[in-house]
C-alpha cells in the first residue's frame, strides 16, 4: 500500500511538473502557466485523501500554476499578464481577483502581504491550493460573486497540503468553505506520509467570518492564538490527529455548527484562555483517544447543546479554571472518557447537569477537585461508573440536586460527610461510596502528571 501510494505521487508530482502549457520563465524566476485543473487534484485525492469528485466532475476545467519561483501576489499578476493567460488574476491597485482555481506548486511560494485584498470569484470558481507555500499577512481575502453554475452551494476556499504549506496571520477572511468535505471547508491545512515533515506554520490574529471550517489535520506544533472564530456555518476549528498544539486567546462568537472547537486525537497539547461566547451545538468537544491535554482558563457560555464534552476514549485530560456558565445544555460530561481530572472550575447555571459522566473505562478515574457548582439543573450526575471521587467542592449553592443518576444512592453518604460546613472528601468505586482522606493541595497537577508517564491515579 505504502509503495502504490508513493508511486501515484511521483507520478503527480511529474505530470505537474511537465504539463502545463505555455509556461515560461521571467527575469526573476517566475514561473507562471495555465493548464487542465484535474492534474492538482489528483495529487490532492493521493496525499491528504481529499475527496474532489464534485471539483473534477464539474469543476473549472484549468487552473492558474505558480510552477517555480517567489512572487507577490502583484508579481503573479503581472506576470499573468504578460504570458497572456486572460483574466485568472487581475489587479487595481491592492485589490485583486482570482477568476479561476490558482495551484502553488511543489518548490514555488506566493507571498499575499502588505495590505492587499483579494477577492475570489465564486461564480467562476475559484479557490486557492497550496502544494508548495503561501503565506498570507495583513490581507484581506474574501468570496465575491454570484452561485457557481456547477456544484451546487460552490465557495471559494483556501486549503494547503504539507506541515508548512500555508501561514495566515494578522488577516481577514470571510465567506468561504461549503459541502461537507473538511478540504472545501474554507481553510484546511493537512498532511500525511511524505508531506508530514517539519512543524505547522502558525495561524494567529486573524478574523475568520462566515466561513463553514478551518480544519488543521497531522499537523505537529499548532500554534492557533489570538483569532476571532465568528458566525461560522459548520466547526468553526477542527484539530484532527496532531501532537503537541497550542490554542490560545481565541475568540469563538456565535457559531452555528456542532461544536465551535472539535479537537480529534491529539497527542498532547493546551487549549487555554479561549472565550466561547454562544452559538449552536456545543463550545469544545475532545474525543477519539486524545491524551495528554489541559483545557484551562477558557470561558463556555451561552451554547444549546453541552458546553464541554470530553469522549470516545480521550483520557489523561485536565479541566482546570475554566468558566462553564449560563448554557442551554448540560455544562461538562464526560462520555466514555479516561481518565480526566477537573479542578478549580466554576460551572454555574446550566439547563443540564453541572457536570455529567457516563460509562467510564474501567481502570479510568474522574478526580473532581475544588469545584464550584451552583445552579445547575443537578449537580453531578453519573451512569455507569468506574471511579469517580469527589473532594473539597463548594454545592452550597447548588441544593437541592446535588448528585443524581446512579450517584443519586451516595447522596445521604456526602450529607453526612458534609456536617458541620466542611467540604466533604468522598470516592466512589462503581455504586458504593465512603469517606476518604484529604488530598494534598497539589492533588490535581500530581493527578495530571502521573496519568501522563502512564501510571494510575
Known amino acids: 500500500m505504502l509503495l502504490r501510494n508513493l508511486r501515484r505521487l511521483a507520478i503527480c508530482f511529474a505530470l505537474l511538473a511537465g504539463a502545463p502549457l505555455w509556461a515560461q520563465q521571467t527575469a526573476d524566476g517566475i514561473s507562471v502557466s495555465r493548464s487542465s485543473l484535474r492534474l492538482a487534484l489528483m495529487q490532492l485525492a493521493t496525499s491528504v485523501n481529499a475527496d474532489v469528485t464534485d471539483l473534477v466532475e464539474s469543476g473549472p476545467g484549468e487552473a492558474l ?102 501561514s495566515i496571520t494578522n488577516s481577514t477572511l470571510a465567506g468561504l468553505g461549503y459541502g461537507g468535505s473538511e478540504f472545501t471547508g474554507g481553510v484546511f491545512v493537512g498532511a500525511q506520509g511524505l508531506l508530514g515533515k517539519g512543524s505547522a506554520k502558525p495561524l494567529t490574529g486573524n478574523a475568520f467570518t462566515d466561513l463553514r471550517s478551518v480544519t488543521l489535520s497531522r499537523l505537529d506544533d499548532v500554534v492557533v492564538s489570538d483569532n476571532m472564530f465568528e458566525a461560522f456555518r459548520g466547526t468553526a476549528l477542527k484539530i484532527v490527529d496532531g501532537s503537541d498544539a497550542q490554542l490560545t486567546g481565541n475568540v469563538f462568537s456565535a457559531t452555528r455548527g456542532a461544536h465551535a472547537l472539535h479537537v480529534s486525537g491529539l497527542r498532547g497539547g493546551e487549549v487555554t ?27 463556555m457560555t451561552g451554547f444549546e ?141 500530581r493527578a495530571f502528571a502521573s496519568c501522563g508517564e502512564g501510571e494510575a491515579l
Open 273 to 299: 484562555a479561549n472565550t466561547f461566547d454562544a452559538g449552536g451545538g456545543k463550545a469544545l468537544r475532545l474525543d477519539d483517544s486524545s491524551e495528554r491535554v489541559t483545557l484551562a482558563d477558557n470561558a
Open 65 to 166: 500554476y505558480l510552477q517555480s519561483g517567489q512572487a507577490t501576489l502583484a508579481e503573479l499578476a503581472d506576470a499573468a499578464a504578460d504570458r497572456e493567460l486572460g483574466d485568472a488574476l487581475t489587479r487595481d491597485g491592492d485589490s485583486f481577483r482570482l477568476t479561476q482555481p490558482l495551484v502553488v506548486l511543489p518548490g514555488a511560494q506566493l507571498d499575499i502581504s502588505g495590505g492587499p485584498t483579494l477577492a475570489l470569484d465564486r461564480a467562476r470558481g475559484a479557490f486557492v491550493v497550496a502544494l508548495g507555500r503561501i503565506t498570507v499577512e495583513d490581507a484581506t481575502l474574501r468570496a465575491e460573486g454570484a452561485q457557481y453554475d456547477g456544484i451546487p452551494g460552490f465557495r471559494p476556499f483556501f486549503a494547503g497540503v504539507g506541515q508548512s504549506s500555508l
Open 305 to 445: 447543546g453541552t458546553a464541554l464534552t470530553v469522549a470516545e476514549g480521550a483520557g489523561c485530560v485536565r479541566i482546570t479554571r475554566n468558566s462553564v456558565e449560563d448554557n442551554i445544555g448540560g455544562g461538562i460530561a464526560l462520555d466514555m472518557a479516561g481518565t480526566v481530572i477537573l479542578d478549580d472550575n466554576t460551572i454555574a447555571r446550566n439547563r443540564g447537569a453541572g457536570l455529567a459522566i457516563r460509562g467510564q473505562a474501567p481502570d479510568s478515574t474522574a478526580l473532581v477537585l475544588s469545584n464550584v457548582f451552583a445552579g445547575n439543573r443537578m449537580g453531578v450526575r453519573g451512569t455507569d461508573l468506574a471511579t469517580v471521587r469527589l473532594a473539597r467542592n463548594d454545592l452550597s449553592d447548588q441544593m437541592p440536586r446535588l448528585l443524581a443518576g446512579d450517584l443519586d444512592q451516595v447522596t445521604p453518604t456526602y450529607l453526612e460527610a458534609a456536617r458541620g460546613g466542611t467540604r466533604p472528601d468522598i470516592v466512589v468505586d462503581r455504586v458504593s461510596a465512603r469517606v476518604s482522606e484529604s488530598l494534598r493541595k497539589d492533588a490535581a497537577a
